[in-house]
């Protein structure tokens, strides 16, 4: 049966800039994206370095693959490519971004037991910020998610607040600085649920994901996605062809609608490049724990 958001939901989607939609992908294609991440990631030893294909934890090794991030996956497996035009999936984003939709990018967070590396606090839309802000991401869960295994966390309506700088001594780093920015981050939602949950967090949303301390893997499946009227700002990563070709649902505009949102550019760019874990390494202060820090403290 198709999921339709309900009133309720789409209006806490713009008042809060979160929702949870619990159990919304079947088994079939959960076990699918599953047996592809596990294929993706056993292959992971070939390499030693981060590269097109994967974010490495610091600890990997050839021996010992470590996978923080598998980078844009639906490029390497057409199983990942069926999942960002899920009909499930685009059904209940319909009514938050309008009919017609374009994809901005996919990624899948490792979040591997024991290590799996935090995430600072940041906004996607100091990543990429659009002519209008009718953007956001979705997360599939492909484990249960809890909150010992590091949930994405939201800031319940800071989408609706300032863009916060995420520079740090004059480059960006991909991350706010938790004492400068006065937010309170006792108040932030738990994004939880079981596998095949799908979280979704609009662009300005300020939101995180501690270290994942216990001894089950919190894979999360992101894409980005914007209302086909709002055009990225930083220009096309692809051709025009290939601009429209992403778009998932309803048509594609060469009418961009411009609103009046705030923006900061990513720029000068971050000195470590690749993904935000590498981009956050040039953060300042920092909120979260990293491993290195739970092991002195045991």
């Known amino acids: 049966m198709t999921r339709r958001l309900s009133p309720h939901e789409i209006e806490q989607y713009r008042e809060e800039g979160y929702l949870v939609v619990p159990e919304l992908?079947?088994?079939?294609?959960?076990?699918?994206l599953r047996r592809e991440?596990?294929?993706?990631?056993?292959?992971?030893?070939?390499?030693?370095?981060?590269?097109?294909?994967y974010d490495l934890e610091d600890s990997h090794s050839p021996a010992n693959p470590r996978v923080r991030r598998i980078?844009?996956?639906?490029?390497?497996?057409?199983?990942?490519?069926?999942?960002v035009s899920a009909?499930?999936?685009l059904?209940?984003?319909e009514p938050l971004l309008g009919p017609a939709i374009r994809l901005h990018g996919t990624k899948l967070n490792m979040k591997s037991a024991g290590y799996g590396a935090a995430v600072e606090w940041h906004q996607d839309w100091a990543f990429y910020p659009h002519t209008n802000?009718?953007?956001l991401a979705t997360g599939l869960y492909l484990d249960d998610c809890e909150e010992g295994n590091g949930p994405l966390m939201v800031l319940p309506g800071s989408h609706k607040g300032p863009l916060h700088d995420h520079h740090a001594g004059g480059f960006f780093c991909g991350a706010l600085d938790p004492v400068a920015s006065g937010l309170d981050f006792r108040r932030a939602a738990k994004l939880m649920g079981p596998a095949g949950s799908l979280t979704i967090h609009h662009v300005r949303a300020v939101h995180g994901s501690a270290l994942n301390t216990s001894n089950r893997p919190r894979?999360?499946?992101l894409h980005e996605y914007a209302a086909a009227d709002a055009w990225p700002l930083l220009g096309m990563r692809d051709s025009f062809e290939d601009f429209n070709a992403r778009v998932v649902r309803g048509q594609p505009t060469i009418?961009?609608?411009v609103a009046p949102v705030p923006v900061r550019m990513p720029l000068p760019p971050a000195p470590h490049q690749g993904s935000i874990y590498e981009n956050q390494k040039g953060a300042g202060r920092r909120f979260f724990s990293r491993l290195e820090e739970v092991r002195a403290a045991e």
């Open 25 to 32: 992908v079947g088994r079939a294609r959960l076990a699918e």
């Open 133 to 135: 802000d009718d953007v």
């Open 219 to 221: 894979r999360l499946l």
């Open 91 to 93: 059904d209940v984003l």
């Open 87 to 89: 009909p499930e999936i």
């Open 71 to 83: 980078k844009t996956p639906h490029r390497w497996s057409q199983v990942f490519l069926a999942a």
């Open 255 to 257: 009418e961009p609608r």
């Open 37 to 53: 991440a596990d294929r993706i990631v056993a292959e992971a030893g070939r390499v030693a370095a981060n590269d097109d294909v």
